[in-house]
């Protein structure tokens, strides 16, 4: 009878450690925990299902082995922050670097008339032109050229008494030079009074001529509204004139303008920033887009005091002798100014954002960027002078576009 207790209390404790056992497995089983990631953004970990904080996808459950490195939760403050003040990535980052660069500054600009060399063609008397001799805008005319006739009755009663002193009274030499230089001073050439006094007769008109070699430009700009806009498709270097037969000029009035094209200078556009690195005499390496095998060496003859109508840039002009590169007028050319070296703290171009009058960097805090305004200088070879708003300490963004135009944000850890 003992034998049979015994043998009871025996099996019934093993069955007691084997239901321990199984009750212990269990309890392991029930303490791993089923964790949830998204499909596009494996580094969102969760302990329950929902959505993905940055896409709004559902979550899936985390495969096992395929677990990669987690991040901390976003918060939702910080994803509902506005973009143009705060952004969320991990792109690669750069600090100001406080060095000695060499300045190359680059211009463009064009080749212009040099105006200091332009003539006129002027009436020395008022009348009407009977007849002209250009028709076109920029039509080349030679030193001695006949450009117009002009009618005029004070020219004409100059003749008739020339000739009635000369008819009457011919020993009369102060009266009849007294006449002669009147039509003289009135336009009228040694030969045109030779012929005059030969003849007989008086000539009706007076031929103006031109005093200059180059292309002739009108500047009356008297033209008819509704002419002007016919025209506005033709070309205008070969635009009609808008001088004509039949119109009156007043005595004194400049009627044609004459451009030199062997006299020219270039005109190059520089920036406000970049002003502080041209003075008048410094040299300048011009490569004309024409002829990219003609190097022009000049100088900076003159800086004009004042911004061009609706630019933001100042002009400068170089002088040169075109008759040697025959350029055409208005050709474009690039300009590169003598290099030196300057100490200052830099930063790629690309790390800056200009917003119109006000430029900005994205500085990283703790895996974020933040929009920052600065103060920049010189922008030299792909590189810009950081004149205020950063420290060496500061790590900015290396690409600001790529902050503005990216249509996601991760946030990472530093």
């Not at 030679?142 to 002193?165: C, F, H």
């Amino acid at each position: 009878m003992n034998l049979k207790i015994i043998i009871l209390l025996f099996s019934l404790s093993v069955f007691f450690v084997a239901c321990k056992n199984e009750a212990d497995k269990h309890k392991g089983h029930t303490e791993i925990k089923e964790s949830y990631t998204c499909p596009m953004h494996p580094q969102i970990i969760k302990d329950a299902p929902g959505n993905c904080p940055i896409c709004g996808m559902k979550l899936v459950p985390k495969e096992d082995g395929k677990e990669k490195q987690a991040i901390k939760d976003t918060a939702l403050s910080a994803l509902l922050k506005p973009t143009n003040e705060f952004a969320i990535s991990s792109i690669p980052t750069v600090k100001t670097i406080h060095k000695y660069l060499p300045l190359t500054l680059k211009a463009l600009g064009a080749v212009s008339y040099d105006t200091r060399q332009m003539g006129s063609v002027s009436a020395n008397i008022s009348g009407r032109i009977e007849k002209l001799y250009v028709r076109s805008r920029y039509q080349q005319v030679k030193k001695g050229q006949r450009i117009m006739d002009i009618y005029s009755p004070e020219i004409l009663t100059a003749q008739e008494n020339l000739l009635m002193v000369l008819r009457n009274d011919p020993s009369n030499e102060m009266m009849i030079s007294s006449a002669k230089q009147k039509l003289l001073l009135l336009g009228m050439s040694g030969q045109q009074l030779q012929e005059v006094i030969k003849k007989g007769k008086p000539d009706f008109s007076i031929s103006v001529f031109s005093n200059y070699n180059g292309y002739i430009k009108d500047v009356q700009g008297g033209m008819p509204r509704e002419a002007t806009s016919a025209m506005s498709n033709v070309s205008q270097q070969t635009a009609e004139l808008s001088v004509k037969e039949g119109m009156y000029v007043q005595k004194g009035q400049t009627v044609f303008n004459v451009y030199d094209p062997s006299k020219a200078w270039v005109v190059l556009n520089i920036y406000p920033q970049d002003m502080k690195l041209i003075k008048v005499g410094q040299l300048v390496n011009i490569v004309p887009d024409v002829a990219k095998s003609k190097m022009i060496e000049g100088k900076i003859n003159f800086i004009e005091p004042f911004y061009q109508n609706g630019t933001k840039t100042v002009t400068v002009r170089v002088y040169f002798n075109n008759a040697q590169y025959k350029l055409p007028i208005g050709s474009q050319v690039e300009a590169s100014f003598a290099s030196e070296m300057k100490l200052a703290d830099w930063i790629p171009s690309t790390s800056v954002l200009s917003l119109g009058l006000d430029k900005i960097v994205f500085v990283k805090h703790e895996g974020t960027f933040e929009a920052k305004k600065i103060q920049i200088g010189i922008a030299n070879d792909q590189m810009v002078e950081i004149i205020s708003g950063l420290d060496g300490n500061d790590q900015i963004a290396e690409n600001a576009q790529y902050l503005m135009d990216s249509e996601s944000f991760i946030k990472v850890n530093n």
